[in-house]
């Protein structure tokens, strides 16, 4: 025991000598026969130490009753994908421009860099669930054997303690875009359709080491309080390889592990000559997917679960953004009710996908969204 905290004692438990003699005194001066039966109690005294403070637990943030929150992605670095704008001033100009609050804002973070609290912290006391995307991309040798290995115990641990205290409830989107082949976490790329290099030799190598890696990263999250967080699993509309192994939902980590479910999907327009990529509208992106219907058999295989578009935009090249816009939160409302939450990709990167690339564009984005559909608050405050 400290010493502080050996004085304190001997402090207190004197103070409760004196006290008692006291009362052996007063008892003698009323009654000196009953003070022979007045017995002498020493209580020991300890001192507690003062309560450490915890997270305090969230509810997974649940869907809205009806219709679906509002979303755009947010520079959380400030840099020229947003117009080197402030954190305040993107979330300012979306409510000066459309009129409308914003639910939910998506950011991004690689595995490695440090959980960004100050700004994440930001953008939730402007009343904005942040939405993370934290990938395991960014380090040279990292992929998912390295994570269920443990070498990233400790940083994941520390991340989930800052992701703990942000003072805010937020989704929290780990490794999306998996039934890919551009991301170090990509099934394709840890071990893909082999079945005899990891776990299960009935299940394919690259999905059941994906769901390992979910679990055990999740279970890190757990032990450390982060609470307030509700996980999305986010596959891609498409997946590369097209195989049947690749299909998004051999990557489901399980009802346990997840809160919602996201997809991500973009029209890519005439933008990509490498690939010759084609306009699209949001049923092609969403629900055609090289011939399948990613969308809405996701939506069948996983029955009890909010589903969310968490990336998504149109480009200006080759068709009518503005028209696109239009159709897609029309779609959305009327065929997809369990869309829970939509979330434009607002960002000028490998084409300009952000809402007001053309007056006409933002001017549709105005218009669809402006009904009592489109929920702009999430009551999480």
């Given at each position: 025991?400290?010493?502080?905290?050996?004085?304190?004692?001997?402090?207190?438990?004197?103070?409760?000598?004196?006290?008692?003699?006291?009362?052996?005194?007063?008892?003698?001066?009323?009654?000196?026969?009953?003070?022979?039966?007045?017995?002498?109690?020493?209580?020991?005294?300890?001192?507690?130490?003062?309560?450490?403070?915890?997270?305090?637990?969230?509810?997974?943030?649940?869907?809205?009753?009806?219709?679906a929150y509002v979303g755009v992605a947010v520079d959380l670095y400030e840099s020229s994908d947003s117009g080197d704008m402030t954190i305040e001033e993107q979330?300012?100009?979306?409510?000066?421009?459309?009129?409308?609050?914003?639910?939910?804002?998506?950011?991004?973070?690689?595995?490695?860099?440090?959980?960004?609290?100050?700004?994440?912290?930001?953008?939730?006391?402007?009343?904005?669930?942040?939405?993370?995307?934290?990938?395991?991309?960014?380090?040279?040798?990292?992929?998912?054997?390295?994570?269920?290995?443990?070498?990233?115990?400790?940083?994941?641990?520390?991340?989930?303690?800052?992701?703990?205290?942000?003072?805010?409830?937020?989704?929290?989107?780990?490794?999306?875009?998996?039934?890919?082949?551009?991301?170090?976490?990509?099934?394709?790329?840890?071990?893909?359709?082999?079945?005899?290099?990891?776990?299960?030799?009935?299940?394919?190598?690259?999905?059941?080491?994906?769901?390992?890696?979910?679990?055990?990263?999740?279970?890190?999250?757990?032990?450390?309080?982060?609470?307030?967080?509700?996980?999305?699993?986010?596959?891609?509309?498409?997946?590369?390889?097209?195989?049947?192994?690749?299909?998004?939902?051999?990557?489901?980590?399980?009802?346990?592990?997840?809160?919602?479910?996201?997809?991500?999907?973009?029209?890519?327009?005439?933008?990509?000559?490498?690939?010759?990529?084609?306009?699209?509208?949001?049923?092609?992106?969403?629900?055609?997917?090289?011939?399948?219907?990613?969308?809405?058999?996701?939506?069948?295989?996983?029955?009890?679960?909010?589903?969310?578009?968490?990336?998504?935009?149109?480009?200006?090249?080759?068709?009518?953004?503005?028209?696109?816009?239009?159709?897609?939160?029309?779609?959305?409302?009327?065929?997809?009710?369990?869309?829970?939450?939509?979330?434009?990709?607002?960002?000028?990167?490998?084409?300009?996908?952000?809402?007001?690339?053309?007056?006409?564009?933002?001017?549709?984005?105005?218009?669809?969204?402006?009904?009592?559909?489109?929920?702009?608050?999430?009551?999480?405050?």
């Amino acid at each position: 025991m400290p010493r502080a905290r050996v004085q304190s004692a001997i402090t207190l438990l004197l103070l409760v000598v004196l006290v008692a003699r006291l009362g052996v005194f007063l008892s003698e001066a009323a009654d000196p026969q009953a003070a022979a039966f007045v017995p002498l109690v020493l209580v020991q005294a300890t001192v507690q130490p003062a309560p450490t403070a915890t997270p305090t637990p969230s509810p997974v943030i649940p869907a809205p009753e009806r219709g679906a929150y509002v979303g755009v992605a947010v520079d959380l670095y400030e840099s020229s994908d947003s117009g080197d704008m402030t954190i305040e001033e993107q979330v300012g100009w979306y409510r000066g421009s459309i009129g409308r609050d914003l639910a939910i804002g998506l950011v991004y973070a690689d595995f490695g860099m440090p959980f960004q609290s100050s700004r994440i912290r930001r953008l939730a006391a402007l009343n904005v669930v942040p939405m993370v995307t934290w990938d395991p991309v960014g380090v040279e040798g990292l992929d998912l054997q390295s994570i269920l290995s443990g070498e990233w115990d400790e940083y994941i641990a520390r991340w989930a303690r800052d992701a703990a205290l942000v003072g805010s409830p937020m989704f929290l989107s780990f490794g999306h875009e998996m039934n890919g082949d551009w991301y170090a976490h990509a099934g394709a790329l840890n071990g893909g359709g082999e079945t005899t290099g990891f776990g299960d030799p009935s299940e394919p190598d690259g999905p059941e080491r994906y769901v390992a890696a979910w679990r055990y990263v999740h279970d890190i999250l757990q032990r450390e309080g982060a609470t307030n967080v509700s996980w999305v699993f986010c596959p891609n509309c498409d997946s590369l390889p097209k195989a049947t192994w690749n299909e998004p939902i051999n990557y489901y980590p399980g009802a346990d592990y997840v809160d919602w479910v996201g997809l991500d999907g973009y029209n890519w327009g005439t933008t990509q000559t490498a690939w010759a990529s084609q306009w699209q509208n949001f049923e092609q992106v969403f629900d055609h997917s090289w011939g399948g219907r990613t969308l809405s058999t996701l939506l069948a295989q996983i029955p009890d679960k909010p589903f969310m578009i968490a990336e998504f935009a149109s480009a200006e090249q080759g068709g009518d953004k503005a028209a696109w816009i239009s159709d897609a939160y029309g779609r959305i409302q009327t065929d997809y009710g369990r869309i829970g939450a939509v979330i434009w990709f607002n960002l000028d990167k490998e084409t300009d996908w952000r809402i007001n690339s053309s007056e006409s564009s933002l001017q549709a984005y105005v218009d669809a969204i402006a009904g009592s559909y489109w929920v702009d608050c999430v009551p999480v405050w």
